[in-house]
């Protein structure tokens, strides 16, 4: 499978995003002005295209570059899975050159995807922290 890393999306792959988020049930809402709202706001962005230039697969990072940072919604168009590219994805994110001084990477994921991030060394063994949310109202 050939693909391209890239570092920011056009328009036409936002619109490619949008729709693979359509099909996961923690993204399903986000709309085309969210999503260009908060590309605008994360720190790095790691796309993966084909030769076409199509978005297949994307993650996006929100870090201060020194202490943490947190890798979010890691997602491969579904015509693309078992191929590895998931892989790629974590791969370069926690290889970016950004983010070689980082002394905490976290990720947010389901009990079933541990064993996949596990291969990376991240752990569910994070002792007493307790991951809390505030709801907006």
């Not at 993650?59 to 201060?64: F, P, S």
Request: with cysteine; charged share 25%; hydrophobic share 40%.
């Amino acid at each position: 499978m050939n693909y391209e890393i890239v570092d920011h999306l056009t328009d036409n792959q936002i619109v490619e995003l949008v729709d693979l988020y359509k099909n996961e049930f923690w993204s399903k809402k986000r709309t085309y002005q969210d999503v260009a709202k908060m590309l605008a706001a994360s720190n790095i962005i790691i796309g993966l295209v084909d030769e076409g230039k199509q978005l297949i697969g994307f993650t996006r990072i929100l870090t201060d570059f020194i202490y943490r940072a947190t890798v979010y919604d890691v997602i491969i168009k579904p015509s693309h899975r078992k191929m590895g590219l998931g892989a790629k994805l974590i791969d370069a994110a926690i290889n970016h050159p950004q983010l070689c001084d980082v002394e905490q990477i976290a990720l947010y994921c389901l009990p079933e995807m541990i064993p996949f991030y596990q291969r990376w060394d991240f752990t569910n063994e994070v002792g007493g922290i307790q991951l809390m949310y505030r709801y907006k109202q």
